[in-house]
């Protein structure tokens, strides 16, 4: 959380994306009202924004556990207490996962914690991110998608696509028709205006491998095509596109440099 804003600047970006807490962790935040209002207030200096948080990995919205579930339900709202402490515009969660022969089930113990999520949220939008097509996901597609917001019957809940996890789950991102095919889903299933932000990570391995492993921009599989139709996607044009890319700052400053170029 601290250096939000000159890690930002360093690799020129636009927005962020942070943790308020240990990402690993289930020891939830800790953030006095001192802290909130100075974090606040760099903030809003620098220009930036939007500002996201991601909720710790442990969590998961639909584990089949009954402790963990109720972990996972905890730390998320105290994640979203935070988050609206520090001023920050969306907070992500996983779709999760349960068994793998408990779809409906998993899909509404993730559309509770969506909703116990949102009732907690003063300020802050709760998304919810689509998973990479794992075992047991709630939702990695975009029919799935639609099926959770349903039941968490919320219209306070919008959607985060990750690129990495939409082409590990089978979209063809890499071509401009695979592109498209993607733009299309989301009309038919009445999605295309709860995409509220945009993880773009390209992908180390082949398309539907359904294996979650960023890549740099325009060194995956998913290629400069791809990108290039993404990013020209007029659906997109006021979201922030936030980068999970690996390597240090200088690479994500080039990756940031790269999408931008293909956008024009």
């Known amino acids: 959380m601290a250096g939000a804003v000159e890690e930002c600047l360093l690799r020129g970006a636009d927005a962020a994306q942070i943790f308020v807490s240990n990402p690993r962790?289930?020891?939830?935040?800790?953030v006095t009202d001192e802290e909130a209002a100075a974090f606040r207030e760099s903030w809003a200096a620098s220009g930036l924004g939007p500002l996201v948080a991601h909720a710790p990995y442990l969590v998961n919205i639909a584990s089949p556990n009954k402790e963990f579930v109720a972990k996972s339900r905890g730390l998320a709202g105290s994640t979203v207490r935070a988050c609206d402490a520090l001023g920050i515009d969306f907070m992500v969660l996983h779709a999760g996962a349960g068994g793998p022969t408990e779809p409906a089930a998993a899909r509404e113990r993730a559309a509770t914690t969506l909703r116990i999520a949102s009732?907690?949220?003063e300020d802050v939008r709760v998304l919810v991110e689509l998973m990479a097509g794992t075992s047991g996901a709630v939702a990695s597609t975009i029919a799935e998608a639609a099926a959770l917001l349903e039941a968490a019957d919320v219209d306070t809940v919008d959607l985060c696509l990750d690129t990495c996890h939409l082409f590990a789950a089978g979209y063809a991102l890499d071509t401009p028709d695979g592109v498209e095919t993607l733009f299309t889903e989301l009309g038919a299933e009445g999605m295309t205006e709860r995409v509220a932000?945009?993880?773009?990570?390209d992908s180390l391995y082949p398309r539907g491998e359904r294996r979650d492993r960023h890549e740099n921009i325009g060194d995956g599989f998913i290629g400069p095509e791809g990108w290039r139709a993404?990013?020209?996607r007029p659906e997109l044009a006021d979201l922030a596109l936030?980068?999970?890319t690996p390597g240090e700052a200088q690479r994500q400053a080039e990756d940031i440099a790269f999408l931008r170029s293909l956008a024009g």
Do not use: F, K, T, Y
């Open 25 to 30: 962790g289930w020891a939830g935040p800790r």
């Open 119 to 121: 009732d907690i949220a």
């Open 197 to 201: 932000l945009i993880h773009a990570n």
């Open 230 to 232: 993404i990013v020209s």
């Open 242 to 244: 936030i980068l999970e």
